[in-house]
């Protein structure tokens, strides 16, 4: 089973009650999909709408973007005067994510959308399509939306290395110029095969939204959102040195996760030639979720402040270590984790996630 899903269910450490972060950025890209879907319903007025959300994980942000999407489409077509299209929604993820808990949440957002359309609002079907994005999962010209939300920058498999990335589980300032060059070349296949599917599934006129952590500089070993990576190898370095766990485990163990840069995601999309950029955006957030204001806010209790990060970081990559090195050393590996992120000096600019948006139409 592929290790690369976040901790299922509603429990305390699961997906669904810590994804603050992700509600926050597809919060921030709101004005982008907004936009995008407008503009979309403007040219092409179909009976029956099509809409995908790739990456779609579990818990409250699954139908998040989905409802502001078919919101924004009612809204227009009133104002021109044109009945309602049927939607059809199509949620995907690997075939390890929880689509239980998705299909259990899809009468209350059926529910919610009868509530707050007024009469005439056409039907709304949901379908769940377990998949890889970076393979076909649709047919051909049957898309008109798509929207993808903190899913690309993961990769599809771990790059085949020359040489070990020693100490090391991403792509590091120390890591060997063989090992960056092979987690650039996966983004690169990857992205490249996301738009070439994508480019045969959209009718001409389609729109697509992607944010993903990306990185401010064309260098590739940039630290723009890699520190937390940088925190979790000092841990598991640590526990190394400890003997608590095997080097060679250490060793073995890289992360599927690579931020673009700008430059990069602009030179594939136009290489490819399926797609025309509309709006390409960068900004920050900091990774607890929180923005400055209610940082300091909160920042009354340094427990606090690594709580909400440790949780964060637990819903997301415990499955990759359970997997990996097992249970039993999880417990040990999040306080640790957690002791580091509460030291002052652990703060300041390193705990900004950068982010890129790009807003993209499918060409004829």
Known sequence: MDALRMNEGLGENSYANNSLLQKKVILMTRPITEAAITELYNTISPKTLCIADLGCSSGPNTFMAIFDLIKNVDKRRKSLGLESPEYQIFLNDLPSN????????????????????EAGFGLCFVTGVPGSFYQRL??????????????LHWLSRIPEMEEANKGNIHMAISSPPSVKKAYMNQFKQDFFAFLSCRGEEMVAGGRMVLTMCGRNSEEPCRRDGTYRWEVLSMVLRDMVAEGLIEEEKLDSF??????????ELKHLVEMEGSFRIDRLEVYEIYWNGYDEGEISKHEKSQDVFGYYIVKCMRAVVEPLLVHHF????IEEVFLRYKQI????????EKTLFVNVTVSLTKMI
């Open 341 to 348: 992120i509460n030291d002052p000096m652990s703060r300041e």
């Open 98 to 117: 929880d689509f239980n808990t998705i299909f259990k949440s899809v009468p209350e957002f059926l529910e919610r959308l009868r509530n707050e359309m």
């Open 254 to 263: 890289n992360l599927r996760d690579y931020r673009p840069s700008v430059g």
């Open 138 to 151: 649709f047919p051909t010209k049957s898309l008109h939306f798509i929207h993808s939300s903190y899913s």
């Open 326 to 329: 097992g249970e039993e050393i």
